[in-house]
């Protein structure tokens, strides 16, 4: 016969086996919680999946929002600043060219101020002379008589007025004087007949 006790078969009996069996016994339940906690981890990763995209337009959203009202508060204060800018540059520029006639106009009462070139000035524009001296006055035949400057000075004025003259005035007075000569011509031509009727 065997000396074994009738429990026995089921394994030793001392209380350092039993504790080891319960342990071997506890894990097999750890073993079914790790799918439990892979189908929550998708879950959660499904949800944050879902809420990325909402997320991220509402953050874009706010972006586009935030740079339309910086837009629409910094356009007008933007124009008139360059306004500014550009308004400073041309006042800028109009004292500049102040200055410069302010100095040339320094240096001209300098000039004046001095008898020497007061009395070259008035030799050179108006002829003078000391007394005792004589003023001989040479033409140049090939710079023309005085009627030949007087001429050309009266064609450059009428030059010159007609430019500044709009298109449609010039083209009015051209009408006007073609309407003045027709009429002078016919008047003429009646009183030529006139005259050779009377004879």
């Not at 140049?140 to 007609?162: I, K, S, V």
């Amino acid at each position: 016969m065997n000396s074994r006790r009738p429990g026995s078969s089921r394994g030793p009996t001392r209380p350092g086996a039993i504790r080891r069996t319960q342990r071997s016994s506890e894990t097999p339940p750890a073993v079914e919680e790790e799918p439990r906690l892979k189908k929550e981890r998708t879950r959660r990763s499904l949800v944050i999946g879902a809420d990325r995209p909402r997320a991220f337009s509402l953050r874009l959203l706010a972006i586009v929002l935030t740079a339309m009202l910086a837009v629409i508060i910094i356009a007008p204060t933007l124009s008139n600043y360059l306004d500014q800018q550009q308004r400073l540059r041309e006042l800028n520029t109009s004292v500049e060219e102040a200055r410069a006639r302010v100095r040339t106009l320094e240096a001209e009462v300098i000039l004046w101020n001095d008898d020497d070139y007061v009395r070259a000035q008035a030799r050179e524009r108006l002829g003078y002379v000391k007394p005792g001296e004589v003023l001989y006055v040479v033409n140049d035949p090939e710079e023309g008589t005085p009627e030949d400057h007087r001429r050309a000075l009266e064609m450059e004025l009428e030059y010159n007025r007609r430019a500044a003259t709009p298109w449609f005035t010039t083209m009015w007075d051209s009408l006007s004087v073609t309407g003045y000569s027709d009429r002078d011509a016919a008047e003429s031509a009646d009183e030529s007949d006139q005259e050779e009727g009377t004879e």
